[in-house]
C-alpha cells in the first residue's frame, strides 16, 4: 500500500505478486478483494440488518423465490401440489395464496392446489414468511368441467306402447357425481 493510501477496515494487507501464477491464485486474490470492498459500506450507504452485512447477502438484493411448476393445466377442480425454494438458503417458509381470492381456487399451507369449478388463468403466490417483499408464482390454467362417465339403470327395460319406463342415469365429472334430470 502507498503511503496516505486507503485501507478498508478489517483488511489485512499483504504483499502479492502482480501476477497470479495459477488460476487458483487469481481466484484468491479476487475473493480476498471482494471480501474487503463487502467489509466497508460505500459512503452514506446502508449498513446494518439492511445493509451489506443484513439477511438479504452482500448485496442488499431481495432473494428470489420460484414455485414450482412454474405452470400447470388443470380440469376444473383438478388439483396439484406446488413446491417453494428462495435464493436465501433451505430451510425457508412460505405463506400459500391465490392471486385471485377464494373464486381462484384454493391452496393449503403445504402447497397442495384445488382447482375452481370456473375455467379460466389463475396465479399461486408463495411469500418467505420472513421477508414478505420476497414472492413468487405459478400460473394455472384451468379448463372446463370434464364428465368422465355416466351410468344409466336399469340397464335394459321394456315397455307396452303406448307407456313409460324410467330410467335414472348418474354423471361423474371433474368437480364429482350427480343425478342426471
Same mark, same amino acid.
Given at each position: 500500500?502507498?503511503?496516505?493510501?486507503?485501507?478498508?477496515?478489517?483488511c #489485512?494487507v499483504?504483499?502479492r505478486?502482480?501476477?497470479p501464477r495459477? *488460476?487458483l491464485a487469481?481466484?484468491?486474490? *479476487?475473493?480476498?478483494a471482494a471480501?474487503c470492498?463487502?467489509?466497508a459500506?460505500a459512503a452514506?450507504g446502508?449498513?446494518g440488518?439492511?445493509?451489506?452485512?443484513g439477511? %438479504?447477502g452482500?448485496?442488499?438484493?431481495?432473494?428470489v423465490? %420460484?414455485?414450482l411448476?412454474a405452470?400447470v393445466? *388443470?380440469d376444473?377442480?383438478g388439483?396439484?401440489?406446488?413446491t417453494?425454494?428462495?435464493? #436465501?438458503?433451505?430451510g425457508?417458509?412460505?405463506?400459500?395464496?391465490v392471486?385471485?381470492?377464494?373464486?381462484?381456487?384454493t391452496v393449503t399451507?403445504g402447497?397442495?392446489?384445488a382447482?375452481p369449478q370456473?375455467a379460466g388463468?389463475?396465479h399461486?403466490?408463495?411469500?418467505?414468511t420472513?421477508?414478505?417483499?420476497a414472492?413468487?408464482?405459478?400460473?394455472?390454467t384451468v379448463?372446463?368441467?370434464r364428465? *368422465?362417465s355416466v351410468?344409466?339403470?336399469p340397464?335394459?327395460?321394456?315397455?307396452q306402447t303406448?307407456g313409460?319406463?324410467?330410467f335414472s342415469? %348418474?354423471? %361423474?365429472?371433474?368437480c364429482?357425481?350427480?343425478?342426471a334430470q
Amino acid at each position: 500500500m502507498k503511503p496516505g493510501g486507503f485501507r478498508p477496515m478489517g483488511c #489485512a494487507v499483504r504483499p502479492r505478486p502482480t501476477r497470479p501464477r495459477s *488460476l487458483l491464485a487469481c481466484v484468491a486474490a *479476487l475473493t480476498v478483494a471482494a471480501g474487503c470492498a463487502a467489509s466497508a459500506p460505500a459512503a452514506g450507504g446502508p449498513t446494518g440488518p439492511t445493509g451489506p452485512t443484513g439477511p %438479504t447477502g452482500p448485496t442488499g438484493a431481495t432473494p428470489v423465490v %420460484t414455485v414450482l411448476p412454474a405452470s400447470v393445466t *388443470l380440469d376444473a377442480c383438478g388439483s396439484t401440489t406446488f413446491t417453494a425454494s428462495s435464493t #436465501a438458503g433451505t430451510g425457508r417458509t412460505f405463506r400459500w395464496t391465490v392471486r385471485e381470492g377464494a373464486g381462484g381456487g384454493t391452496v393449503t399451507v403445504g402447497g397442495g392446489y384445488a382447482a375452481p369449478q370456473a375455467a379460466g388463468v389463475y396465479h399461486v403466490v408463495a411469500t418467505d414468511t420472513a421477508d414478505a417483499s420476497a414472492s413468487g408464482e405459478a400460473t394455472v390454467t384451468v379448463g372446463p368441467e370434464r364428465a *368422465l362417465s355416466v351410468a344409466v339403470t336399469p340397464g335394459t327395460g321394456s315397455v307396452q306402447t303406448p307407456g313409460t319406463f324410467a330410467f335414472s342415469a %348418474t354423471v %361423474t365429472t371433474t368437480c364429482g357425481t350427480f343425478a342426471a334430470q
